[in-house]
């Protein structure tokens, strides 16, 4: 398993524990974050640029309940890691769930992220603002 790799699990183990602070350490000063997101009104899927509007992503998780976070698989290419992903989500507001499995994919330079995606089911998402 890669440098990367094993980068991505210690920053799943540090969300799980909270640990937003590590994240944003790891990440590059110009980080790119869901740049090829169509707008959609999510705010949770919202292209970020930078780690202080990076952070902001994170205070946007707190309108979600989580039920399951459940990385299953990391796929490795030249540069970057790709994980598949098991979510149970709840938006607080609405009381609505969102269950998918998601990819993320993660890009990497000397050690750093240096760009994020989420690939989900938007339409669930947008659903369950509502």
């Not at 290419?77 to 269950?99: F, H, Q, S």
Request: glycine fraction near 6%; proline fraction near 2%.
């Amino acid at each position: 398993m890669s440098d990367s790799s094993n980068l991505v699990q210690r920053i799943y183990a540090a969300f799980g524990e909270g640990n937003i602070a590590f994240i944003l350490d790891q990440l590059a000063d110009d980080v790119s974050w869901d740049d090829e997101l169509a707008p959609c009104g999510v705010p949770w899927l919202t292209h970020r640029k930078g780690r202080e509007e990076v952070a902001s992503f994170f205070q946007s998780l707190e309108q979600l309940a989580f039920h399951q976070f459940e990385p299953l698989q990391v796929l490795e290419g030249e540069g970057c890691v790709a994980c598949v992903v098991r979510v149970d989500l709840e938006v607080v507001a609405t009381g609505k769930r969102i269950r998918d499995l998601a990819m993320h994919l993660w890009h990497f330079d000397n050690g750093k992220v240096t760009s994020f995606r989420h690939f989900v089911d938007t339409h669930q998402h947008v659903l369950a603002l509502t």
